[in-house]
């Protein structure tokens, strides 16, 4: 059964600052991983998609990467500011399962 | 371009009622999942489908029935409101294909069974 974990479970961090949000899997079976961005009381947002035959992907200030063999997918965000501040979850899908398994989040405050 | 709709968006029920969420897509995706959220619990799978005419169990289906007897369209029933269902409900679909997975989601519904 895959499982995914995110640690910690909130970040505060000042505005400027580039950082990186974790996400770890116990199946490396594990085919895509896609993150996403859930703002207060809205649905989920889809940031971006690595493929099993990809390492990262980029769009703008966000890079993620996908590391099977160590089961850890990273979201690296550069030159934080307030407007990212939300919720950050990364899921992966397995497809024997044909679903996606996600973790609990990370909530990421960025302070003026 | 609609993506994934979501009806009701805001829902009260009292114990033992009964009710139907829909959710609609028109990206022709194949797969559709309905998911609940709660506080410190995460998202949880509750149904899913891999196509239309098909459903399929997840992590918590007791006390959910679905259907799929349109491809744009997965419905969730709840036949007998408990408190413990209170939560955000969220659909999501995607091409289901191993090389586009993409999941997208819907704005949720928010259900407060009293």
């Known amino acids: 059964k895959q499982e995914v974990t995110q640690i910690p479970a909130a970040l505060s961090v000042p505005e400027g600052e580039n950082l990186v949000l974790n996400c770890s899997f116990t199946d490396s079976a594990i085919y895509n991983l896609q993150w996403f961005r859930q703002d207060p009381g809205k649905g989920l947002t889809s940031l971006l998609l690595?493929?099993?035959?990809?390492r990262e992907q980029t769009s703008g200030r966000l890079n993620a990467s996908l590391d099977k063999s160590s089961g850890r997918s990273t979201l690296y965000i550069a030159a934080s500011q307030p407007g990212d501040s939300a919720t950050y979850l990364c899921a992966g899908y397995t497809g024997a399962n044909s679903k996606l398994t996600f973790g609990k989040g990370i909530t990421l405050s960025v302070r003026p | 371009n609609a993506g994934v709709t979501q009806t009701p968006k805001f829902r009260v029920l009292k114990t033992g009622q009964s009710m139907t969420l829909l959710c609609a897509q028109d990206m022709n995706h194949e797969y559709m999942y309905w998911y609940r959220q709660d506080p410190g619990m995460g998202l949880r799978l509750i149904h899913y489908?891999?196509?239309?005419?098909?459903?399929a169990k997840g992590e918590v289906p007791d006390g959910y029935n679905v259907s799929r007897l349109k491809k744009q369209n997965f419905l969730l029933g709840l036949e007998s409101a408990a408190p413990s269902q209170t939560s955000v409900y969220f659909c999501?679909?995607?091409?289901?294909?191993?090389?586009?997975?993409?999941?997208?989601f819907g704005q949720g519904t928010r259900l407060t069974v009293v």
């Open positions: 999501a679909s995607s091409y289901g294909k191993i090389m586009n997975t993409e999941a997208f």
């Open positions: 489908s891999v196509g239309e005419g098909t459903t």
């Open positions: 690595i493929q099993s035959s990809q």
